[in-house]
């Protein structure tokens, strides 16, 4: 992104001895994201100097990348226009000298989510990221997982509507209450990345999107209890899927201590292993990244965030293989 100048403490920060954790991620991320293919993505939408005059926009690849900051460590606009005053490491991940260049406002920061929002850019930013993971030999098989898991919303009416988000709805899991939204992904069974995403109301059954998550190509779909009664469905008939569905637990626990019945559990027990590769993703967009709760209002805006971080997830856990190949 060209030389930069950088003051006194970008200059203390670079010399320092030992790399900081977020250091070593912002390098990792460096090296693996496609940035010419997001760039050129977002381009054609992109706000242009104009001969009116008046002050140019920033550079895209700027804006993109602070985008991404922003969801790597879950901050809010403002307070990402605060971590790029503050916080040299990010000032340069993001190319921006602070003496010379101006930083973004919380202002410039919104509109630039907002363009990602109008113009369904999350899902495409998602669709190229998996092409880059393709292009590098990560290419989905022939298994699938479907999962969904709860983002909690705010339920509190002290906003300027004095209301909760109408998008946003409660739902009940086991024996508590939940209000929020769901994230549906199909994911590979064999390297556990994401390949399908769908965001839906909370209510909203497992087994509705379901369909959505499949790529077409898969032989063998995996998925817990909740989505027993999957290959009856309409949509599923005529596709020659295998399905691999959790027994209930309650008619697992009642499976009888015979050779019969412990056979059923070990093959319960085989699903589960297989399953168990859906919590990956989930966990790093919930806990590396730290979206548990929704920030903003509305299915659109949600769902463009969970698009993005679906593709950061994936890059996320494909970083080693990635990186050898750089």
Not at 14 to 22: L, N, V
Request: net charge positive.
């Amino acid at each position: 992104m060209g030389a930069k100048q950088f003051g006194f403490g970008d200059y203390e920060q670079s010399t320092a001895k030992k790399r900081t954790r977020r250091e070593r991620f912002l390098a990792e991320m460096e090296a693996i994201v496609p940035w010419k293919a997001l760039v050129d993505l977002i381009e054609p939408r992109y706000p242009r100097t104009t001969s009116k005059g008046g002050r140019p926009p920033y550079p895209l690849e700027t804006m993109l990348r602070i985008h991404l900051l922003q969801q790597w460590y879950d901050l809010s606009d403002p307070a990402m226009e605060d971590a790029l005053i503050e916080v040299a490491t990010m000032r340069r991940f993001a190319g921006i000298a602070l003496i010379s260049d101006r930083i973004p406002d919380e202002t410039t920061i919104l509109a630039f989510r907002h363009l990602l929002e109008q113009n369904d850019l999350g899902e495409q930013i998602f669709k190229a990221v998996n092409a880059h993971l393709k292009a590098n030999g990560m290419a989905m098989k022939q298994g699938t997982i479907v999962d969904a898991t709860i983002i909690a919303a705010p339920s509190s009416t002290k906003n300027e509507k004095r209301e909760r988000d109408p998008e946003m709805h409660q739902t009940k899991k086991g024996n508590q209450w939940y209000f929020g939204m769901k994230v549906h992904i199909g994911v590979d069974s064999e390297s556990g990345l994401i390949h399908s995403v769908e965001t839906t109301a909370a209510n909203v059954h497992d087994l509705t999107p379901a369909a959505e998550l499949l790529h077409g190509e898969e032989t063998v779909v995996y998925a817990d209890a909740g989505y027993q009664g999957i290959e009856k469905r309409e949509e599923m008939q005529g596709r020659g899927i295998g399905f691999r569905v959790a027994m209930r637990p309650g008619k697992r626990r009642a499976l009888p201590d015979t050779p019969e019945g412990r056979v059923d559990d070990l093959i319960e027990t085989a699903k589960a292993h297989v399953r168990a590769k859906v919590e990956h993703p989930f966990r790093v967009i919930k806990r590396q990244f730290g979206f548990q709760k929704t920030r903003l209002r509305g299915m659109l805006k949600n769902g463009c965030k969970v698009k993005v971080l679906a593709a950061l997830s994936n890059l996320f856990m494909a970083r080693h293989e990635l990186l050898c190949r750089t």
